[in-house]
């Protein structure tokens, strides 16, 4: 019998000796963590503690990633779509009994618990492992269990003791598995149940499996909502980028339309607020709390709950690429933006190339005060620097568009360049004097 073999057949004892099976998986995990991978742990998992370790997370003192207080998660989840399959799950799986040993869990599709539900007892065992509402439970949150596995890969996921990563999470067992749009196979969050490691059971994954058919059926019988009418944090996202961390993010700020891609994909339209949000955090490499973003986006009544909510609904549309505390873009991901595209043509000396890729100013529609610094800031660098290339068709050609067209430094430029009996200056002149006019009118 191979070690494999011998492994497999332990497996059962998680339910006939759950604490000999737990003892033996904590020295399969001692010895797998040390670089010598153990048979008792499957090798997906150990891919899963692999890309957790690169993330930053630590066996030994990790807590979870706090996306949202517990009363702000609970306000998402009432908006959520998933709230209205949430007191069928309750009755199927909940049990609220004192002596109640399980929890039920319901996040949204990028790991955030929305929902918790159980005994005295069992929630204060989670509360030991900071298991509430707002707690990140991807990978990237607190790294590899069975909600982090059921996302990535999009089936069920059973975890148990040391299979999780974190050292403080091996007294505890989860089952967990997608809950997905009936309408488009999207996920929209996931379903878990879990306790200590004695309350899993052999029919733990199926009665799992049960409340996942049932809150697509309810999903199903609520007909599918139109997107216009869903808040943005409710929206579901494919599978592929739930599950992504994103390698890259390309923001087009530039004009009233904004838009953001993520790791090539398609565009996908901003609203004004998100567009002022990933603008500021563009301008910033050591971040933002969500006080200091409140004040500068609301003012002196700005609240850093509003922050928060827009920052999860940023991550409903486009993925796991912001982190808090300060709010900054997740590491690794490779962010560019148009605006910035701008300014590195003017550092390198390329005038030419950087008009061409400046056509219109930042978020036009913006009144923020911040994002109107940054507006004027762009804006006159192009201005100077046309001005200053001494090109007359460069010049001629800023002096044309909505952004130059009241330069007057760049016109003085032109005549310099030009000279005042030059037809190109005549009419920059004469386009000047007529906003003159309209102003004074």
């Given at each position: 019998m191979t070690m494999s073999d011998a492994a497999a057949q332990a497996r059962r004892l998680r339910f006939t000796s759950p604490v000999e099976y737990a003892r033996a998986l904590r020295q399969a995990h001692e010895a797998t963590i040390s670089g010598r991978p153990d048979p008792y742990i499957a090798p997906s998992l150990v891919?899963?503690?692999?890309?957790?370790?690169?993330?930053?997370i630590d066996p030994d003192r990790h807590r979870p990633v706090h996306r949202h207080d517990v009363s702000e998660a609970r306000l998402l989840g009432a908006d959520h779509r998933l709230a209205v399959v949430?007191?069928?799950?309750?009755?199927?799986?909940?049990?609220?009994?004192?002596?109640?040993?399980?929890?039920?869990?319901?996040?949204?599709?990028?790991?955030?618990?929305?929902?918790?539900?159980?005994?005295r007892h069992a929630l204060r065992q989670a509360d030991s492992l900071e298991f509430v509402e707002g707690a990140d439970w991807s990978e990237s949150g607190v790294g590899t269990n069975a909600i982090s596995e059921a996302l990535f890969t999009g089936t069920p996921a059973q975890l148990f003791s040391a299979e999780h990563l974190v050292r403080t999470h091996h007294d505890w067992a989860c089952t967990a598995a997608p809950i997905r749009d009936p309408f488009t196979g999207d996920v929209l969050g996931v379903l878990d149940v879990s306790g200590p490691?004695?309350?899993m059971t052999p029919d733990s994954l199926r009665m799992v499996r049960c409340g996942v058919r049932l809150a697509e059926e309810l999903l199903k019988s609520a007909g599918a909502p139109a997107a216009d009418s869903l808040p943005e944090q409710t929206r579901s996202i494919p599978a592929t980028r739930a599950r992504s961390t994103g390698r890259s993010l390309t923001l087009r700020i530039l004009g009233d339309k904004p838009t953001?891609?993520?790791?090539?994909?398609?565009?996908?339209?901003?609203?004004?607020?998100r567009a002022e949000i990933l603008a500021m955090l563009s301008s910033r490499s050591s971040g933002w709390s969500a006080e200091e973003l409140a004040y500068e986006l609301y003012g002196e009544d700005g609240a850093a709950a509003s922050v928060r909510t827009e920052m999860h609904r940023i991550r409903g549309l486009l993925g796991n690429v912001v982190e808090p505390n300060p709010y900054r873009f997740t590491a690794g991901v490779k962010v560019e933006t148009d605006a910035a595209m701008v300014a590195a043509h003017l550092r390198a000396g390329r005038v030419a190339d950087a008009l061409a890729a400046y056509p219109a100013k930042l978020l036009t529609r913006s009144a923020n005060f911040a994002i109107e610094l940054m507006r004027d800031e762009l804006n006159e660098a192009v201005g100077a620097s046309v001005g200053a290339s001494g090109v007359a068709d460069l010049?001629?050609?800023?002096?044309?568009t909505d952004m130059g067209a009241a330069d007057s430094a760049a016109a003085a430029a032109l005549e310099r360049v030009a000279g005042?009996?030059?037809?190109?200056?005549?009419?920059?002149?004469?386009?000047?004097?007529?906003?003159?006019?309209?102003?004074?009118?």
């Open positions: 891919t899963s503690w692999q890309r957790s370790l690169a993330m930053g949430m007191p069928a799950l309750s009755q199927l799986l909940a049990d609220e009994t004192t002596d109640g040993r399980h929890l039920l869990i319901v996040t949204d599709h990028l790991g955030e618990v929305l929902w918790r539900i159980g005994g490691i004695q309350s953001a891609e993520v790791d090539g994909g398609p565009p996908l339209a901003l609203t004004l607020r010049i001629l050609r800023w002096c044309s005042a009996d030059d037809p190109r200056f005549q009419l920059v002149r004469a386009k000047m004097a007529r906003m003159d006019r309209e102003l004074r009118a």
